[in-house]
């Protein structure tokens, strides 16, 4: 069994059926792993605050490629970052915050981040930006934590 995935107890009048949930920990740890080549290029440190007992039940395939462009985008952007990945939960909402805490060119930053909107509207999410022209810049990926799965 995939170490990021939990089992759920099986729906209620669907025998046999689970929901599935992935740490969002793990998938951001697995997605930073999957950068190392960009975080060195651009001498940058990437730390995951994401809590462990963040799940997303969401569906993963949908989610799972706007953080990789989300990450991909801020280290592309970096210069000597200081890159922190926190989350926040509110009801069936998470926003997975992502802060450079040396952000040396925000502008561009701000203009690379427009081309992930459109998937993030996708899947019902927002990506919005903070502090672009500041040293610290927050980038807020909130998306619904709900599974699509139908019973």
Known sequence: MNPNLMKNQPNAGCAGVFDYKTSLQLLVNR???NSLAGIVH????????????????ADENKITPVIRELLTTVIANARNG????SAERFKDIIILQIQDRNNYNGYALGYSLKAI?????????NISIRGQRQLVATISFSFPNQSSRQN
């Open 82 to 85: 200081r890159i922190y990945i």
């Open 31 to 33: 997605l930073v792993s």
């Open 117 to 125: 909107e459109c998937e993030a509207t996708i899947i019902d999410g």
């Open 42 to 57: 651009s001498k940058s440190i990437v730390v995951n605050d994401v809590p462990s007992e963040f799940f997303i039940t």
